[in-house]
C-alpha cells in the first residue's frame, strides 16, 4: 500500500492542501466564537481606546458642568424650594421616583402654582450663556394661560432668562429647554432666583429634571455649544458631571 499522498501535476500534496484548508477554517471559527464572546467588552475598550487617542490629539475634549439647581428631581422632596400649597411631591418621575406636581384645584380661577429657589447669591454673569432645560409631562388636553421655567430677578426686561414655556398637552416626559443670556447689568446686585410656575391651568401637571448650566463658564468664551447639540448631548445629571465634546 502506497502511505504517501498523492501529487498533482502542480507538485503539491492534495491532501495536505485538504488538511491546511480544513485547519484554517476551524481556525476562523474558533476567531468567530471568540469575537462574539468578547464583542462587548471589545467595543468598549475600543471607545475608550478611541476617545483617549482624540483627547490625547486635542480633537475632543473633557469639560466638567455643574448643575447649578439644588435637587433638581426632587428626590429629597421640597428641600431647598419654596412652594405654593397647591403644589406637592408625586410618586412618577422621569429621573427617579419622585416628581413636582402641579395639582390644579379650581381650574376656572386665575390661580398662580409657584415653586421657587434661590442659588446661593448666586447672580448671572454679564454676557454669559445659560442653558436650562427640564422634562414636563401633563395631559391630552391641558392648557394655561402662563407657565415658565426661568431665572429670575424681577419680570421687568433684562431681568429674568425665561427657558421654558410649559403650555403643552403630552402624556409623556418632553424635554422643554433654552439658551439664554442677560446683556445689561441693571438688575445684577442682588441674588436671583429659580422660578417654576402655571398660572390659571385646567388639569395636573408634572416637571422633573431641572438643569441650569453656564456654558461659557463650562465650554469658554466662543466654544459654547448650540442647543440642539446641547439637547442631543447633555442629559440629566446632578451636581456634577463630565461631559465630551
Known amino acids: 500500500m502506497n502511505i504517501f499522498p498523492k501529487i498533482n501535476k502542480d507538485g503539491f500534496a492534495i491532501s495536505t492542501m485538504l488538511y491546511g484548508l480544513i485547519f484554517v477554517t476551524i481556525a476562523i471559527f474558533y476567531l468567530i466564537l471568540a469575537l462574539v464572546a468578547n464583542r462587548q467588552e471589545t467595543n468598549s475598550n475600543f471607545v475608550e481606546s478611541v476617545r483617549e487617542e482624540l483627547l490625547d490629539k486635542?480633537?475632543?475634549?473633557?469639560?466638567?458642568?455643574?448643575?447649578?439647581?439644588?435637587?433638581?428631581?426632587f428626590e429629597s422632596g421640597l428641600s431647598e424650594w419654596t412652594t405654593s400649597s397647591d403644589i406637592e411631591i408625586a410618586s412618577i418621575g422621569y429621573d427617579?421616583?419622585?416628581?413636582?406636581?402641579?395639582?390644579?384645584?379650581?381650574?376656572?380661577?386665575?390661580?398662580?402654582?409657584?415653586?421657587?429657589?434661590?442659588?446661593?447669591d448666586t447672580v448671572p454673569i454679564?454676557?454669559?450663556?445659560?442653558?436650562?432645560?427640564?422634562?414636563?409631562?401633563?395631559?391630552?388636553?391641558?392648557?394655561?394661560?402662563?407657565?415658565?421655567?426661568?431665572?429670575?430677578?424681577?419680570?421687568?426686561?433684562?431681568?429674568?432668562?425665561?427657558?421654558?414655556?410649559?403650555?403643552?398637552?403630552?402624556?409623556?416626559?418632553?424635554?422643554?429647554?433654552?439658551?439664554?443670556?442677560?446683556?445689561?447689568?441693571?438688575?445684577?446686585?442682588?441674588?436671583?432666583?429659580?422660578?417654576?410656575?402655571?398660572?390659571k391651568f385646567n388639569n395636573d401637571s408634572y416637571v422633573d429634571a431641572l438643569i441650569l448650566i453656564d456654558?461659557?463658564?463650562?465650554?469658554?468664551?466662543?466654544?459654547?455649544?448650540?442647543?440642539?447639540?446641547?439637547?442631543?448631548?447633555i442629559n440629566y445629571f446632578s451636581e456634577k458631571a463630565e461631559i465630551y465634546k
Open 126 to 199: 454679564l454676557g454669559h450663556l445659560y442653558y436650562g432645560a427640564l422634562m414636563f409631562k401633563s395631559t391630552s388636553d391641558f392648557s394655561t394661560i402662563d407657565s415658565r421655567f426661568e431665572w429670575i430677578y424681577n419680570d421687568n426686561v433684562g431681568a429674568k432668562m425665561v427657558f421654558a414655556v410649559k403650555n403643552v398637552s403630552t402624556t409623556d416626559w418632553i424635554k422643554l429647554s433654552n439658551i439664554q443670556k442677560i446683556e445689561v447689568d441693571t438688575y445684577l446686585d442682588k441674588p436671583w432666583k429659580i422660578r417654576n410656575f402655571q398660572r
Open 215 to 233: 456654558l461659557t463658564e463650562t465650554f469658554g468664551v466662543g466654544h459654547e455649544p448650540t442647543k440642539d447639540w446641547c439637547d442631543a448631548n
Open 58 to 73: 486635542s480633537i475632543v475634549k473633557k469639560y466638567e458642568m455643574t448643575n447649578m439647581i439644588k435637587n433638581s428631581s
Open 96 to 120: 427617579g421616583d419622585k416628581s413636582l406636581k402641579f395639582k390644579v384645584t379650581n381650574p376656572d380661577s386665575d390661580i398662580v402654582s409657584m415653586s421657587q429657589q434661590v442659588l446661593d
